[in-house]
C-alpha cells in the first residue's frame, strides 16, 4: 500500500461512565475520524467499557518531552506549603 | 523516536538499572536500540499470532452445532482480531509503521506462534483450543502485564481479560463433549492427543537452547523462563484434564513427589522446529488467506481513504 493511502492513527479515549474522566484507552488507524469512531468502538468497548468515544488524531497531540522533565516539574518540588502537611495545627483542633 | 539515538555507556547502564528496579519505560523515554528491537519483534510476532489465530477457529463459524456456539465463537474471533490491533499499536509506538509489521507477515519474514498452523479437524478442536491453546496462552501472557514497556503491559492486561472467556469456553465445551454420547467423547480425547504436545511447545524451546531469554529477562521483558511457564501450564491442566475425564497423551506423564510437579515425557522438539521452519500441515494455507484477505480488501481501504478525502474537500468548500 502506498504511503498516501496509509490510514493515519488516532489515539482513543473512553469515558468508562458518567461522572468519570475519559481515559486514554489505545489507538487506531482510521480513514477519518467517524471511521475512527466506529473503529474504537468495536476494538475497545466490545464488553461494556464504555459510555463515550473521544478520538483524537495522534499527530495533534503535543507532549511534554522526558528530557524537560527538571524544568518542568522541579519547580514544585520546592513550594512545599503547596501542601495541607506544611502547616502544624494543634492536635485537639478537629475538623482543620 | 528517541530511543534510534545510540546512548552512552551511562545511558546503557541507567537504564538496566530503572528497568532492573521493575522501573517501566514509555515510548518518549531513551531506550537501548536493542531493546527497542526485541519489543517490536516479540509485540508484532505476538500480533501475528492473533491474527492468523483466526483462522483455524474461523473455519468453523459456519459449522458451530448450536446458535449459542456460533455467537459465543464468533465472539472470541472477533477478540482475536481486538488483540492484534491492540498489540500492532504497541509495536507501533516504537517508531515501526503497521505497513510495514503487516508486510512482514505476509512476505513470510516475521513469525507467528507454531501453533496455529495445526489443522482444526473436528469440532472438539474448537474446545480443545479454548482450553489448552488459550489456556497456555494465558500461563505465558499474566507476567506480561506487568513486563518493563509500558504500551504493551497496558495491551496485555486487556488481552488476559478477555482470554479467560477464551479458555473457559472451551473448557465448557469439552466439558458438554466428555459427558457427551460414546462418540462426542471420543472426539474430545482425539482432539485432546493431538493439540496437547503442541500446547506444551507453545512455551519455546528448553531455558538452554532459548536464544533470547537472558536478556529479555534482564530488561524485564520476560518474567519467568520457558521451561516455568511450560512447568505451571502442564501443572494446572493435568488437574483440568482429570475433571473431564480424559487422558493425557503421554504415556510418561507422571507426579514427582520431590518437586510436587506434573512431570511430561520427552518433548519431540524436531516437530517444534520443522512447523517454526515452516513445514507445519498448515502454515502455507495460513499465510495464503492471509495474503488473499489482504488482497480482497485492498479497494475497500482505498476507497475509504477516497471517501475520507472527498468528505474533507466538501467540508473545506463549505466553509470557504
Request: glycine share 6%.
Amino acid at each position: 500500500m502506498a504511503t498516501d493511502q496509509t490510514w493515519p492513527l488516532f489515539e482513543v479515549f473512553i469515558r468508562s461512565k458518567k461522572g468519570l474522566s475519559h481515559v486514554h484507552a489505545g489507538s487506531l488507524h482510521a480513514a477519518d475520524a467517524k471511521m475512527a469512531l466506529e473503529n474504537a468502538r468495536d476494538v475497545y468497548t466490545r464488553r461494556g467499557e464504555g459510555s463515550s468515544i473521544w478520538v483524537v488524531p495522534s499527530a495533534e497531540i503535543t507532549a511534554s518531552a522526558p528530557a524537560d522533565k527538571g524544568e518542568l516539574y522541579d519547580p514544585a518540588d520546592n513550594k512545599v506549603y503547596r501542601h495541607p502537611t506544611f502547616y502544624k495545627v494543634p492536635d485537639d483542633v478537629e475538623f482543620i | 523516536m528517541q530511543s534510534m539515538e545510540a546512548g552512552s555507556q551511562g545511558d546503557l547502564d541507567a537504564f538496566d538499572r530503572h528497568v532492573g528496579a521493575d522501573g517501566k519505560v514509555e515510548p518518549q523515554d531513551w531506550m537501548p536500540a536493542a531493546y527497542a528491537k526485541t519489543l517490536v519483534r516479540q509485540i508484532s510476532q505476538h500480533a501475528h499470532s492473533e491474527i492468523i489465530g483466526m483462522q483455524p477457529e474461523g473455519n468453523w463459524i459456519s459449522r458451530a452445532p448450536s446458535l449459542r456456539r456460533k455467537v459465543i465463537l464468533m465472539a472470541k474471533v472477533q477478540d482475536e482480531a481486538g488483540h492484534g490491533l491492540y498489540l500492532y499499536s504497541a509495536a507501533e509506538t516504537l517508531g515501526v509503521s503497521r505497513d510495514e509489521l503487516e508486510q512482514q507477515l505476509l512476505d513470510g519474514t516475521a513469525k507467528y506462534s507454531s501453533i496455529f498452523n495445526y489443522p482444526t479437524l473436528t469440532w472438539a478442536d474448537v474446545g480443545a483450543i479454548g482450553w489448552l491453546v488459550d489456556g497456555a496462552a494465558i500461563v505465558n501472557q499474566i507476567p506480561i502485564c506487568r513486563c518493563s514497556y509500558g504500551p504493551y503491559a497496558r495491551a496485555m492486561v486487556r488481552i488476559c481479560k478477555e482470554e479467560s472467556f477464551h479458555q473457559r469456553q472451551g473448557f465448557e465445551l469439552m466439558m458438554a463433549l466428555s459427558k457427551g454420547t460414546d462418540a462426542q467423547k471420543r472426539m474430545a480425547q482425539d482432539a485432546l492427543n493431538r493439540w496437547w504436545w503442541p500446547s506444551v511447545m507453545m512455551f519455546g524451546p528448553p531455558d538452554g537452547e532459548s536464544v533470547h531469554s537472558m536478556q529479555n529477562m534482564a530488561w524485564r521483558i520476560k518474567l519467568f523462563s520457558n521451561d516455568e511457564l511450560r512447568q505451571k501450564f502442564i501443572d494446572m491442566t493435568v488437574k483440568q484434564a482429570e475433571a473431564l475425564g480424559l487422558t493425557i497423551p503421554d504415556p510418561d506423564l507422571r507426579f514427582d513427589e520431590a518437586s510436587g510437579h506434573w512431570q511430561v515425557g520427552e518433548i519431540d522438539w524436531d516437530e517444534f522446529w520443522s512447523v517454526v521452519k515452516g513445514h507445519g500441515p498448515c502454515n502455507r494455507q495460513r499465510l495464503a488467506h492471509r495474503r488473499d484477505a489482504h488482497e480482497a480488501g485492498a479497494w475497500v481501504r482505498e476507497a475509504a481513504v477516497a471517501f475520507a478525502a472527498k468528505e474533507r474537500a466538501r467540508s473545506a468548500r463549505k466553509a470557504a
